[in-house]
């Protein structure tokens, strides 16, 4: 019925769709979310409801492209909050009101229309001005090819080559942090790698045979003459373009192995991109004819450069340049067609705006804008968020309504930082903690999760603030501020870790308890079967005697004496916990001798004294290389080395073998053996 209704209001003006449930709707979206303007979306709904049907739309990023209208009879807070957060465009309640749905719609569609022409205009602009600017690096690049008698298509065959090998590069590995941006400048760059050939002599240049010992050291000079043309450009300083191509120029001809000129780089020292032009250069010198030599095969090219024929490079390049070099051939051949295809129609930004002029301020737009500022206020006041916005230039801290009625603030507070009410809520050393943080972002990450005491109405409370610094366009960019929001940190939160740490940890000595221990050990188990790793067992000699002398308060302080010493004499990721009673388990990784770090740690507790009392241990060790990597077996055979140094005299570590096998399953109740003092094992 309410589909129809729909229908009925809109349907003389645009083509309907119908789904009766959300499955139905995403199904619809898959097939032809492309010629959707806008989806008008219930709540309730069988199969999937509207909540599921936006989270869909979120995973898949089409809610930035479909524009989402909420019509529903579910008008409490909490849902109206959601859908916004959601990132639906508007909310209409049933029952219907024919008017405010066609006008809704209208708008929304009509928004989204001018936005996705916007878009379009400003990508062609750009497009179009970066299009003229690599036009005159590869006219200055050709010049440079022209004069050292090469075809000229060299720039064009190291730009492609460069841009393949990146991509892969960022496909294969985190490494060197490459987003589109920094590929994209260094395939503009690396047209210039060449530049510092302009000022080498012709004869040197362009000779037909093989360069003399003093002829190839002037050709060196070339990386030098670059980099130096580059030092000398007016905007050497604020230009990342001219960095780049200045690290490209200078050390093309570096190697990995550290053998290339002119500086002797080695390794990660050679900037990402001038190693990746150089593997480039490299494998276009070999496939294309010079004056010193024919065209060598692809094939051939390719070995040669995987054998080192051609000077040492990264490894990981090699292995990129192997997964490639079937479609290395076409690539080159295509390395203008890709130039030709990506040219567009030229438009100008100011002839759109004087065709659409209705994208001007009208009254209505500013009655949305403030429909919108009101709908902003409402929701920060509903979810009981601090919220603020700061800038730097003026120094400024917007809040919202309800965080500044909170706090006891105006909404707009000037020069934060030195301001008496704010110090009163915040102190001056975690005001400025939060300043660094948010200073410390960049572009690429600029999000900041900061905890800090505050006091509010005389009560300190631990506060997060959650906040996204903001940053100019400028390059390079500058810091501008920051928006973002603080809560509370509740004390059930508090407690609930609280609560964690007490269901995971011996209470008496803060160790981990024995499940917790095994839980972690087990996983370390599965998710390292090849590395080497070692159970070790140990409890107290004569422990019986702490409590029946000094009393069990005296025997509490005796086991956690210890565990501080363990805790002291173990590495960060080793695992400790407290078995039981006076029992106890030490769970670690080691790479070479295992006998020198048993030793060590069995001496740094064995020995010590708690007041009066003297520290033994009788400690079994069992190891995943002699008895495998299941947890109840590594127990058990440290289980039984413990028992064959209790049956020894005690004091002593041993390390489990093959004649302990059936040690305690020869045990009589009434011997006992080391467990007669465990009297407090559960």
Known sequence: MNRSILADMLGEEYEILEAENGVEAVSALQKCRMEI??????????????????????????????????????????????????????????????????????????????????????????????????????????????RNGESGQ????????????????????????????????????????????????????????????????????????????????????????????????????????????PDGLKGDDIPISAQIVALADVYDALTSPRVYKPAFPHEKAVAMILNGECGCFNPLLLEILQEAAAQLPEHMQGSGDHARAAQMEMRSVAQEMHHYEELSASERTLQLLEHERMKYSFFAAMSQEIQFEYTVNPPIVTLNTWGANRLGLKETVMDPLHNA??????????????????????????????????????????????????????????????????????????????????????????????????????????????????????????????????????????????????????????????????????????GGELEPVVSRIYHAISGSRFEEFPISLSMGVARTDAVGTDYETLFHAADQALYKVKRSGRGAFAFYDESMVNMLSVISPIDGGHHEEGENKQ
């Open 37 to 146: 303007d806008l989806v008008l979306l219930d709540i309730v709904m069988p199969e999937m409801d509207g909540f599921e049907v936006l989270t869909v739309m979120n995973r898949n990023n089409w809610i930035e492209d479909v524009p989402v209208i909420m019509i529903s009879a579910e008008t409490a807070p909490a849902h109206v909050e959601r859908a916004y957060n959601l990132g639906v465009t508007d909310f209409i309640t049933r029952p219907f009101n024919a008017l405010v749905v066609h006008r809704r719609v209208v708008n929304t569609t009509l928004l989204y229309a001018k936005q996705k022409k916007l878009v379009s205009m400003v990508a062609d602009q750009i497009y179009e001005k970066e299009r003229q600017n690599t036009l005159m690096i590869d006219i200055l690049s050709h010049i440079v090819e022209f």
């Open 154 to 261: 060299h720039v064009l065959h190291i730009r492609t080559l460069t841009e393949l090998f990146l991509q892969r590069l960022a496909l294969k590995t985190d490494r060197y942090q490459l987003t589109p941006v920094d590929i994209n400048l260094i395939c503009i760059a690396s047209a210039l790698h060449d530049v510092g050939k302009i000022g080498i002599a012709s004869e040197v240049l362009n000779k037909p045979g093989r360069l003399t010992n003093e002829e190839f050291a002037i050709m060196k000079t070339h990386t030098t003459i670059g980099s130096d043309m580059m030092d000398a450009a007016p905007v050497h300083g604020s230009e990342p373009l001219i960095r780049v191509a200045r690290d490209i120029c200078r050390w093309h001809h570096e190697r990995w192995d550290g053998r290339g000129y």
């Open 421 to 590: 009410k704010v110090e009163a809520i915040m102190n001056p050393g975690s005001l400025e903690g939060l300043i660094k943080a948010l200073r410390s972002t960049t572009p690429a990450q600029p999000i900041v999760k900061y905890e800090c005491k505050t006091l509010h109405e005389g009560e300190e409370r631990w506060c997060r603030i959650i906040a996204r610094a903001t940053w100019s366009a400028d390059e390079p960019p500058q810091y501008t501020g920051a928006i973002g929001k603080a809560v509370d940190i509740h004390d059930s939160q508090m407690k609930l870790a609280a609560l964690e740490r007490l269901a995971s940890h011996d209470t008496l000595t803060g160790l981990l308890n024995h499940a917790s221990a095994k839980k972690e050990i087990v996983h370390r188990l599965e998710c390292n079967p090849d590395r080497q790793f070692a159970m070790v067992i140990f409890d107290l000699d004569y422990f019986k005697n702490a409590n029946n002398t000094y009393g069990h308060i005296f025997g509490d302080n005796v086991l956690k004496f210890l565990a501080d010493r363990l805790q002291e004499s173990i590495r960060g990721g080793d695992i400790a916990a407290r078995v039981g009673g006076d029992e106890f388990l030490l769970f670690l990784e080691y």
